[in-house]
Structures are given as C-alpha cells and as structure tokens.
C-alpha cells in the first residue's frame, strides 16, 4: 500500500510526504527538550546554532523538521534527476524520511541532519557533474560542501576521501582534478583558521578538535536494547539492498547510471568507515541514510513478490513506531 502510493508522482505526494513526516516526528514535538548539549568540543558552525537554540527547544525541533523536509524533497529530486530508479517516483523521499525518524535521537537539532543537508547537495552535484561541461568548477564545489558539512559535524570530513574516489570514477584523478577538490575543501578551513588564529584561539580549537577522535570508542559504548535492533535492522536491508544494487539492477543500465551507481555505493562506503571517527554513537548512522534510502528504493521496486516489499517496509515502521511508544 506504501509503496505503491509513494512510487508515484502524483502531484498530491507532496503533501502526503509532509503529513507522514509530521505524525513520526509527533514525539519529538511534544517532547521538545532543544538540542541538550554543552557548547565545547562542538565543529564551530554546529556550536552556533545550539547556542542559537538553546533556550527555545521547540523552535529547535521545529527548524529541525524543515531541514529534513527539505532534504527529503532535494533528495527526490536528484533520484529524478538522474534517472537512479528508471521512471519518476516520490519512494526515496519517504524512505529518507522514515530512516531519519527511526531512532528517537534523531527526532530533534542534531549536528548529522545538518551535515547531511550539504553532503545530499555534494552527492546531487556530484551525479550531475558526470553530464556537465565545466566538471572542474562541480569538484570544487563538492568539496566545498564537504568542508562545510565537516564544520558542523567533524566526522563529515572523511567525505573528502570520498570526492578523490569519484574523480577516479569519472577519469578525472588528475592534477588539476585534485587541486581543484583540494582548493574547495580547504576555502572554508582556511578562513575559519585565520579567524582562530587572530582571536589566539588555533591552539586551543586543534587540541578540542583531535581529542574528540577515538576509533575503539565505537566498542566501548553502552547501547540500550531498542539501538541494537535497529542496528541489525539497519544491517539487513542495507545488505539486501546493496547486494541487489550491485548485482541485479545495473548490469542493464547505460554507462551513465552504472557510474552514478558506483559514486552511490562508495558514498555509503565512506558514510560506513566514517564510525570509526563518530563524536555521537546516538546519530552518527544518520550518515548511511541518504543513499541507504536510495538503495532500499530499488530493492522495493524491483523485487518480484510484491507482498514480500510490502512485508519487509510495514515490518520496519512497526519496528520504528514501537521506539517511539515503548523505547
């Protein structure tokens, strides 16, 4: 029933997208509690905008909701954009949705949504560039919003990795492709560094930024019985659904889509070794969702046994609604 409502491109979908998102972040606005976090040891950007909200949670969780109603809608469009799933279809906006509202730590202002408003903006320029002319002004353009994700939330930064990795899926690993990648990623540190430097502060801000890394701490955390549920959930249809990315779907597609596949799954890739740099174990898998929800999309459209898509997606949202009135 889902998906078959949201695989469509209905001018109506819109407004269904925007209904459904209200009811799952219900709890979030009746809880506000604003982004209950201490300033220090924050990226710069994200720090502002908690000492911004800090006394107006609702007002935080309501700025919230619009950050991710617009990346559902910018995620929708570069789906449509690139023809990722062959015809027209609202699925990934929902999907995208459903994920960032499956844990109740994500339902408020944290630093990963905001991050991911300019990482889904790096990965749509990144798709398009593949058909564009001028492709060296796009590199440092990507990797600009990579930095700018990175400043408000540090982990984003390992995104820069990702950038080098597509431009040698487009034949562009180069001199020139590399300094322009380098050139856009290092313009926002470069005045955010001479900025510290003139205010006596670099010392300080390197030593709080380098302290927050700590690769074992992903073993060392203490994970309530919901998060690990939703953590071999999350496992399982990320497995099914690069699997059937990989194998299935685009041995067919022009070469075109083959490669914007390819930058797809090496997003999600980095997106996945980036735990080892997590500051915040509560909402650093928001990270995986924006290509996991185009990846679940084609494993849901593609599958044969309808009933069995329909299963696997009702199963999941009673998983989610079940956090949110149990957990």
Sequence with gaps: MLIRIFKQNAPVIPLLLLLAGLLLWTDGFLMATGTGLATEGLAPLYRLLVMAFENTPLLSVMVAFVLL???????????QANN???KPSWLPG??????MSSDPSLISMHPVLVANLFLIWALARTLTAYSEGDVMAEVFNVGFLIALAGLFYYPAIVFFLWLLVVLGVYFLLSFRGLA???M??????????????LSD????KIGQMTTRFDPFLLFEQPYESFAVIMMLALALI?????????????ADKPIRIRKRIRVLVYFFVVALASILLATRFDVHHGLLMPPLAIAWSVLLLETKRKWMADLMLYLFLALVIAGKVFF
């Design 201 to 204: 502060q670099l010392d300080l």
């Design 180 to 182: 322009a990648a380098l």
């Design 69 to 79: 109603m617009l990346q559902v809608f910018l995620i929708n469009y570069m789906v």
């Design 184 to 197: 856009g990623f290092l313009t926002p540190f470069f005045f955010l560094v001479t900025w510290y430097y």
């Design 238 to 250: 990320s497995i099914l659904s690069f699997v059937k990315i990989n194998v299935g779907y685009v």
């Design 84 to 86: 990722l799933l062959g």
């Design 94 to 99: 929902f999907l995208y949705l459903l994920l």
